[in-house]
């Protein structure tokens, strides 16, 4: 061990500008802003239904109070596209096999 004192160097160099947090960073950490919930969405087969499901992903980048009107429109497309499957005709029924008598 020596008892000499390593002699200083040149002075770090330090910024006179403040640093300022980009507003995506500040987002990310601000625990009230909206944050993604990560539910999955499995896709059902149906083009007009997996795209009304779609839509609920706008719901992640809202505000709480933003949510209903993003769930209400997926509930009326979805109840709208079910009552459509309920409005078409089926195919028609084959004829009775037998007469029914009084």
């Known amino acids: 061990m020596s008892d000499t004192a390593p002699e200083p160097g040149p002075e770090p160099e330090t910024e006179t500008v403040p640093r300022t947090v980009p507003e995506e960073q500040e ?35 809202l ?23 309920d409005a078409r005709p089926g195919p028609p029924v084959p004829p009775a096999s037998h007469q029914h008598r009084s």
């Open 27 to 61: 987002r990310e950490h601000d625990p009230a802003a909206p944050a993604p919930l990560g539910v999955p969405r499995t896709p059902t087969g149906n083009a007009e239904a997996d795209a009304l499901l779609d839509r609920l992903a706008d719901a992640d980048h």
């Open 63 to 85: 505000a709480t109070d933003g949510h209903v009107e993003v769930y209400e429109d997926v509930h009326r497309g979805l109840r709208d596209a079910l009552t459509a499957l």
